[in-house]
């Protein structure tokens, strides 16, 4: 009934439906290395509603992580999330 990529395009939708994730987002799209700490402590938001955000995104694909210096780091997956704004794009253009 719903295409592939209409199912992953709502589970990100979904995933980015509040501003504490918007806000992650927008961060991890300035740099490309983030501590889970350290985006808690520049968004001024709990810990918590941080690692929940990150673990939603990078299950959908759209983050991946990686241990340095035995802490674990955050950054976009830039295939996936070009291929979601072209999506985007393309069909809400």
Known sequence: MFTE???KL???ASAMAHPVKVA???CLTT???WQESCLA???KIP???VQKGLQEFRALGLIEGS?????????????????FKDYIRSNFD
């Open 67 to 83: 241990i340095s210096e035995d802490r674990m780091r955050y950054k976009l997956n830039k295939e996936n999330w070009q291929q």
């Open 10 to 12: 709502a589970a990100a």
């Open 5 to 7: 990529n209409q199912i």
């Open 31 to 33: 740099s490309d290395d």
């Open 41 to 43: 402590d520049r968004l």
């Open 24 to 26: 992650i987002l927008e």
């Open 47 to 49: 810990r918590e509603a």
